[in-house]
Structure formats: C-alpha cells, structure tokens
T-cell receptor
Framework: AQTVTQSQPEMSVQEAETVTLSCTYD???????LFWYKQPPSRQMILVIR??????QNATENRFSVNFQKAAKSFSLKISDSQLGDTAMYFC????????????FGKGTKLTVNP | GAGVSQSPSNKVTEKGKDVELRCDPI?????LYWYRQSLGQGLEFLIY????????KSGLPSDRFSAERTGGSVSTLTIQRTQQEDSAVYLC????????????FGQGTRLTVV
C-alpha cells in the first residue's frame, strides 16, 4: 500500500524562526515525485515545493527547503524566516510512475506562525 | 479559465437526496482528480481521469458515488441518496497529466447533508 504519514498534527513557531515539518511515506516503487502543498484558511491548495526521487540534491524554493532521505523514505519540509502568511495546513504527497498517477496525501500538519 | 473552478462552493442537502458537484479544469489539462476532505482529515482520493476515461476509480466509497468527464474538460461528481457521512469538502484538481507536473486545485465544494 502507498501511504504518507505526517506525525505532527499541529505545530507552532514564532515569526522569523525556523520550523521543520516531518513526513514519511511508503512505496515499493523506485521512481516517484514528492510534494508539499499548503492549504490556508481559504481552502485553496497551493504547491510549495516538489522533489524528484531520482535526484539526490534537496529541492529549495526561497524560504522553503526539503530534507529528502530516500533510504529512510523521509521527506521533511523546512520553513526559514517564518512569516504570518505561512499559517496554514501543510500536506505531504507523492505520486509514483507505476500506477495511476494519483497523488497520495498525508493527513496534514496545521502550522501556526505567532507574531 | 484562469484556474480550476468548482460549483457550487457550498451545498446543503437533505439526507436521501442526490447532488451533483461540478469541476471546470484549466484549459488543456488532460488529468483531473477528485478528492474528499473531511473535517481535520487529509485528502482522500476518489477518482482520476485522463481525458474522458477513468483509469483509477478505486477511491469511490460506494456505488452511490459516480463521476464522469465529457469533452476532456468538465467533470461532474454525483452522489446519490446522500448520507450524513458524505458531508465533507470535495476538491477537484487538474494537471497536464505528466507525473511531475503541478496539480492545480479548485477551492472545493463544501457539502453538508442534514
């Protein structure tokens, strides 16, 4: 079975500090893509960052970076210099090459950035 | 259109009635997905379309749920004889259909069955 586990239902961080959200996944496929999506209170899902499993280099997008550990099947998201606008639900997801290309999501982590 | 459009944004229906939820994907996107998000939960996969065909409908919870897509564009998710446990936000997403491309989401339809 293909599953995604986000072990932190809720987290909080002070503005300007750094926070790391954890994600582990399970798949028997060797080629897949990993994603972090953000869902603010508006309900609009927004892609934050993506990582190809065949790339060893960790993806970065401005203040967002990932720590991808393929052997451990771990894909954590680090948010640096947290801003109030980062307050949202964060979902980890992946899609495999062998299969229907459906995105499999975790249950999410609710992140609150405090002023 | 500029983004994925879903209608209605909110729907309240009586138990036992049928409902239709509509999704207008981004023009040119061949892949279309339906997900269900219950309160405080993650996204539960329902069905995936590639063009007008549905290679994966494994997530539909029961035979009360069905979906179709016409002209490789608009999709309709139909729930027959709604139950209270069907209450959730139903999200639609579309993408270019290649595995690593971004899936763009609509703002969802909040369905409440009373």
């Amino acid at each position: 079975a293909q599953t995604v586990t986000q072990s932190q239902p809720e987290m909080s961080v002070q503005e300007a500090e750094t926070v790391t959200l954890s994600c582990t996944y399970d798949t028997s496929e060797s080629n897949y893509y990993l994603f972090w999506y953000k869902q603010p209170p508006s309900r609009q899902m927004i892609l934050v960052i993506r990582q190809e499993a065949y790339k060893q280099q960790n993806a970065t997008e401005n203040r967002f970076s990932v720590n991808f550990q393929k052997a451990a099947k771990s894909f954590s998201l680090k948010i640096s210099d947290s801003q109030l606008g980062d307050t949202a639900m964060y979902f980890c997801a992946f899609v495999t090459q062998g299969g229907s290309e459906k995105l499999v999501f975790g249950k999410g982590t609710k992140l609150t950035v405090n002023p | 259109g500029a983004g994925v459009s879903q209608s209605p944004s909110n729907k309240v229906t009586e138990k036992g009635k049928d409902v239709e939820l509509r999704c207008d994907p981004i023009s040119g996107h061949t892949a279309l997905y339906w997900y269900r998000q219950s309160l405080g939960q993650g996204l539960e996969f329902l069905i995936y379309f590639q063009g007008n065909s549905a290679p994966d409908k494994s997530g539909l919870p029961s035979d009360r749920f069905s979906a179709e897509r016409t002209g490789g564009s608009v999709s309709t998710l139909t729930i027959q004889r709604t139950q209270q446990e069907d209450s959730a936000v139903y999200l639609c997403a579309s993408s270019l259909g290649r595995m690593n491309t971004e899936a763009f989401f609509g703002q969802g339809t909040r369905l409440t069955v009373v």
